[in-house]
């Protein structure tokens, strides 16, 4: 059986914990702590080390799955986190005062370094405009090309689908 790596990164609250609990195959080891920072968000606990579960893909790829901590003052951690990653899932919080500012910061920090970058825009319920327009356009400004899916994080099968699309952007670049 082989055995890869694909990190989940993005800010606090944005889904990464949930996301590995609701794909994971095993009970998810998690490092949360009480939050501190409710400035940044109101949720009662966060991460502040690893969250790792699994998956098996086809009885012969086995995918480990690790969340980063969100807030910026781990992102020493980030770069460790993501060595040797096949790809890394970033997730933007739609409802978070800035998004576009967030997914500069997190494509900058874990953008790069021939894996595959996949971008899942969660909390897409909240408020209004529930567009992906503005990350399409704010990519094209910027000259990014990611993919990029609204997902929520509860479901198995949004989750699926970023995992597969970092498979998926891997195939696709050995063959170009």
Request: net charge negative.
């Amino acid at each position: 059986m082989q055995r890869y790596k694909i990190v989940f990164g993005g800010g606090m609250g944005a889904g990464k914990s949930q996301a590995i609990q609701s794909i994971s195959e095993i009970t998810v080891f998690a490092t949360e702590a009480l939050n501190t920072d409710e400035v940044a968000h109101s949720k009662m606990l966060t991460t502040v080390g690893i969250d790792y579960g699994e998956i098996t893909i086809d009885d012969q790829i086995k995918i480990g799955l690790y969340g980063t901590p969100g807030q910026r003052r781990f992102s020493f951690m980030w770069p460790s986190i993501a060595h040797g990653a096949l790809g890394v899932i970033v997730l933007i919080d739609h409802s978070a005062q800035d998004p576009l500012a967030d997914l500069e910061m997190y494509l900058n920090a874990f953008g790069g370094d021939d894996r595959a970058v996949i971008i899942g825009v969660t909390h897409v319920d909240v408020g209004n405009n529930c567009s992906l327009k503005p990350y399409r356009e704010w990519q094209t400004k910027n000259n990014r090309e990611y993919p990029i899916f609204a997902v929520d994080a509860r479901k198995r099968s949004d989750v699926l689908l970023l995992i597969e699309t970092v498979i998926a952007s891997l195939e696709v670049q050995l063959f170009v």
